[in-house]
């Protein structure tokens, strides 16, 4: 199975499968490939855990 990695508008990051829209609010940030991958892309990317904060 192919996942993608998605992202939030709090630039929090997930993994969907890629035969599937994402959810409402999340949207793709570029990368595909197996779950494994797109783990450790999320886990190369994103390296702050704490959702973005609105100005």
Not at 26 to 35: F, H, I, Y
């Amino acid at each position: 199975m192919s996942y993608l990695v998605v992202v939030n508008d709090a630039e929090q990051y997930s993994i969907w499968p890629a035969d599937r829209e994402p959810p409402m609010g999340w949207n793709p940030a570029g990368v595909a490939g197996s779950r494994q991958e797109c783990l450790d892309h999320i886990e190369r990317t994103w390296t702050d855990m704490r959702p973005r904060r609105e100005p």
